[in-house]
């Protein structure tokens, strides 16, 4: 047998692919650095760096699945997710705008809205009434629904009962002048 120099400084920028291929392949099939070596005449100190390499990228490959592996299956408690119309219906009036809204067949963002079309107002001015006489709320608060300062509130309420001949809710009655 031909007895080949296993030393040398060739970094493994010099070692050329088909080289590379034929060491990754003899370490594949479990031969020794040594052995391989006198295999392909590389020196020892190129080999081993083929063999290092090789052995980062399994070991990044690794690494890389597990943390996709984890992130796929990981099951992270959050809160419940809930849509933006729920959480605003669990306001105390909320219903009441989104029903009236649906009967006068608006929006509740035209409820909202700065818009003085004759529709709106008057869905506008019904849940201003239905919200102050069915619920406790303070009319600043009703105002805060429906964007509008508390005296608005006021006026659309007192509006829709006189427009309709219905009694002022409790703590709005006419006062003497």
């Not at 594949?28 to 990228?57: D, F, Q, W």
């Not at 605003?88 to 029903?99: A, C, F, K, S, Y």
Request: charged fraction near 30%; charge should be positive; aromatic fraction near 2%.
């Amino acid at each position: 047998m031909n007895a080949v120099a296993c030393h040398g400084d060739r970094g493994l920028d010099e070692i050329p692919r088909a080289r590379i291929g034929l060491i990754e392949t003899l370490a594949g099939k479990g031969m020794p650095p040594r052995a391989i070596c006198e295999a392909t005449g590389e020196p020892l100190s190129a080999i081993e760096l083929v063999l290092a390499a090789r052995r980062n990228a399994v070991k990044r490959a690794k690494e890389r699945d597990i943390r996709e592996f984890y992130s796929v299956h990981v099951v992270v408690p959050f809160a419940p997710v809930r849509s933006r119309q729920e959480t605003n219906l669990d306001r105390p009036g909320m219903r009441i705008v989104v029903e009236v809204a649906a009967a006068h067949g608006v929006r509740v963002r035209d409820l909202q809205s700065v818009a003085r079309n004759p529709r709106i107002n008057e869905a506008r001015q019904e849940a201003m009434y239905r919200i102050a006489c069915e619920t406790d709320l303070p009319l600043t608060v009703v105002g805060r629904l429906l964007r509008r300062d508390h005296s608005t509130i006021q006026y659309g309420v007192r509006a829709h009962a006189a427009r309709h001949n219905l009694p002022l809710p409790r703590g709005m009655q006419e006062t003497k002048r």
